[in-house]
């Protein structure tokens, strides 16, 4: 009797344990901080974690296969310096034209990863990874290692902009996840990538064509990747060449601690997004604490250990 319990409380904590350590922190620090549940630090919040955010939704996809995706911090990059240097000041092209490439460069970097990965059965470790040092050489190389600067002022509204009090970087997030929702739980694709994911050769089995499913996940990947770029560099008013160094990482945790496995196969986008929220809050709060930078990074990876681990466990 008693060892049923434990096992019970076992599997509630493994389903349910995100949700009550979201609560918990967002109570404590409710109470250490009088500025934390103000409606001005809350938009901040979600302003603060839209980028990566919008990077978990596409990296998500790529984990329920089973795979992982190193890449994404230096599409980032590649695609705000694109976008951002086809609308210097005085430039004819559209805004949105520019932004249109910028996407098309992140489908074009997950359309590379996703060859390797699904159709040359290479590592997706070591393709993403591959993709990762050519794209970043690639900014490089395009901007001289120099930020593009002088940018028409129309583009900022998508990185600053409000609609109302919410801040366009957090309605594209929302948007996106809303997409991602529904690819996932409502629609034949979201059934065959789980199924991917779970058991690959008994999906292949039952007719699932596991190489378009991969090739289909990076390529989603490498999308949501340059959107955060673009709108990362509306925010900042640059294109730098060495943005998102370190975005995968994070990207990867958010996913991770929301309860997708590494071995592929389970997760929610719900549990991608609280993952994602439970960091935002967390670096909110040590810096409202007055917390270094430094102790952060060291709480960070303690955070990326413990869902390894936990991760581990579940699948035991």
């Known amino acids: 009797m008693e060892k049923a319990k434990n096992i019970n409380i076992g599997k509630i904590l493994s389903r349910y344990g995100i949700y009550v350590a979201f609560l918990i922190l967002f109570i404590a620090l409710s109470i250490a901080s009088p500025v934390f549940l103000t409606t001005t630090n809350i938009l901040n919040i979600f302003r603060q974690i839209s980028v990566i955010g919008i990077i978990s939704v596409g990296m998500l996809f790529v984990i329920l296969t089973g795979g992982i995706d ?73 901007t001289n290692g120099r930020p593009i600067t002088g940018l028409k002022p129309g583009y900022r509204n998508i990185g600053m902009g409000n609609i109302g009090i919410v801040p366009v970087p957090v309605i594209i997030y929302l948007g996106i996840v809303l997409i991602g929702i529904f690819l996932l739980n409502f629609s034949k694709f979201g059934r065959h990538v789980i199924a991917v994911g779970g058991n690959e050769k008994a999906a292949i089995v039952s007719g699932i064509d596991a190489v378009k499913i991969k090739f289909a996940c990076h390529v989603i990947s490498g999308i949501t990747a340059a959107i955060a770029g673009i709108v990362l560099s509306a925010r900042i008013q ?20 929301g309860g997708a496995s590494l071995s592929g196969g389970k997760g929610s986008m719900v549990g991608a997004v609280v993952g994602m929220l439970l960091i935002g809050i967390m670096t909110n709060g040590l810096d409202l604490l007055n917390v270094s930078s430094y102790y952060q990074q060291v709480i960070k990876g303690a955070i990326i250990l413990i869902a390894v681990l936990t991760d581990k466990m579940k699948t035991k």
């Open 70 to 142: 190193l890449s994404v911090g230096a599409i980032v990059a590649l695609a705000a310096v694109i976008t951002t240097s086809m609308i210097r000041e005085g430039s004819q092209t559209p805004i949105i034209v520019a932004v249109f490439c910028g996407i098309l460069v992140g489908a074009a970097c997950g359309i590379f990863s996703g060859f390797f990965v699904a159709k040359m059965e290479v590592q997706a470790f070591i393709a993403t990874l591959a993709t990762m040092t050519i794209a970043r050489g690639i900014c490089y190389v395009y």
């Open 238 to 257: 640059t294109g730098q060449p060495v943005a998102g160094e370190g975005y995968e990482l994070d990207a990867i945790t958010a996913v991770v601690i």
